[in-house]
């Protein structure tokens, strides 16, 4: 992995939209893979301000994002369908016909992550993969575990994702307790990875992802092995 310090969350913010706005330029009609959180809002911001002055055009991308709450319906203000409209679908000229988000309330969960896991492959592949990291070293919703899981897949979100995310929803407001979400492999299979984390609160996972054992336990440290992985941070 390629790993760059950054100096401040706007510098990372910047850096961060510089490189997903050079891959549309290199490929306009890539399949970019989105992530959510508080982190990728700023690099957001900034490929919104990177549209509005014309320097980036939106209008061939296909996008399949990493993951969403099971049990919330699009129109739900927590959902990450909601969150992509309001940070950025909704500034740039993105088809929504090529929008790719995890159906929160399908009937058949199961069926829905095949059919999403098939949808990525029927595209292609996803060609740059947006990433966060859960303090627990999630990518995704993969929660540390006994296996790195490979395909699209319904998940339990663990204690510490529970805790951390609970600050989103309001009093008296229950949290889902699973997701959907791309597998470990699906991510992998990506041909090029952008991960970004800002804060004190990520270091241990930063440090044990990038240095530690490859270990399901630590999910992110899958990344050691991917071919084309850059990861961003700062303090």
């Known amino acids: 992995m390629k790993v760059i310090k950054a100096m401040s969350y706007a510098d990372l913010s910047k850096k961060a939209a510089i490189v997903m706005a050079a891959q549309i330029i290199r490929n306009p009609k890539s399949v970019l893979g989105f992530a959510t959180g508080s982190t990728p809002l700023g690099a957001y911001a900034e490929l919104a301000r990177m549209f509005a002055d014309g320097a980036v055009d939106f209008s061939g991308i296909v996008s399949f994002n990493l993951d969403e709450y099971y049990g919330l319906a699009a129109a739900h203000p927590q959902s990450y369908h909601y969150y992509m409209r309001q940070n950025l679908f909704s500034h740039v000229n993105i088809n929504p016909d090529n929008i790719r988000i995890p159906n929160g309330v399908a009937v058949d969960p199961e069926q829905e992550c095949a059919e999403y896991e098939q949808s990525i492959q029927d595209a292609g592949g996803i060609d740059f993969q947006l990433l966060g990291i859960?303090?627990?070293?999630?990518?995704?919703?993969?929660?540390?575990?006994?296996?790195?899981?490979?395909?699209?897949?319904l998940t339990y979100l663990a204690s510490d994702t529970l805790s951390a995310n609970s600050r989103f929803f309001g009093p008296g407001e229950k949290m889902p307790t699973q997701a959907i979400s791309?597998?470990?492999?699906?991510?992998?299979?990506?041909?090029?990875?952008?991960?970004i984390a800002s804060g004190a609160d990520k270091a241990d996972a930063l440090s044990k992802m990038i240095n530690g054992p490859v270990t399901p336990q630590m999910p992110a440290s899958a990344l050691q092995y991917h071919r084309d992985a850059i990861v961003m941070y700062c303090d």
């Not at 929660?143 to 897949?153: A, L, Q, R, W, Y």
């Not at 791309?182 to 991960?195: D, F, N, P, Q």
């Open 134 to 153: 859960g303090r627990n070293g999630h990518i995704g919703f993969n929660e540390p575990g006994e296996i790195f899981t490979d395909k699209t897949h």
């Open 182 to 195: 791309m597998g470990i492999g699906t991510i992998m299979r990506a041909k090029s990875i952008l991960l």
